[in-house]
């Protein structure tokens, strides 16, 4: 079990860039793989990006090559560095943990779950 928290989020013009930090803890922080997933207004929240407790990542293909996600064990976070934003990238970003061995992508993969942090790009 961890807790989580969303930072970074705000508003942008497309073709920016926003940089989202997610600072967890718990005691088995480090054996867990970390997510974001985001939720537009009307929508289903839908998977962004993942990486593995050792590092692997892998992403939606709405946004591989324009986000690059990335985790500090040491410091007990995960990133999600998003460039090139339009705006269908507007949403409410959450970041969630499963303890699953696999690469998971599925909102039921994970049990832990942030609050979130809004992403506005304007066009």
């Known amino acids: 079990q961890v807790q989580l928290v969303e930072?970074?989020?705000?508003?942008?013009q497309a073709g920016g860039s926003l940089r989202l930090s997610c600072a967890a803890s718990g005691r088995t922080f480090s054996s867990y793989a970390m997510?974001?997933?985001?939720?537009?207004?009307?929508k289903?929240?839908?998977f962004v990006a993942v990486i593995s407790w050792n590092g692997?990542?892998?992403?939606?293909?709405?946004v591989k090559g324009r986000f690059t996600i990335s985790r500090d064990n040491i410091k007990n976070?995960?990133?999600?560095?998003?460039?090139?934003?339009?705006?269908?990238d507007t949403a409410v970003y959450?970041?969630?943990?499963?303890?699953?061995?696999?690469i998971p992508t599925l909102r039921s993969d994970f049990g832990s779950w942030g609050q979130g942090t809004q992403v506005t790009v304007s066009s």
């Open 7 to 12: 930072s970074g989020g705000g508003l942008v």
């Open 35 to 42: 997510g974001w997933f985001r939720q537009a207004p009307g």
């Open 44 to 46: 289903e929240r839908e």
């Open 94 to 102: 959450y970041c969630a943990a499963s303890p699953r061995a696999f």
């Open 56 to 62: 692997l990542p892998y992403y939606a293909d709405s």
């Open 77 to 88: 976070t995960v990133i999600l560095q998003m460039n090139s934003l339009k705006p269908e």
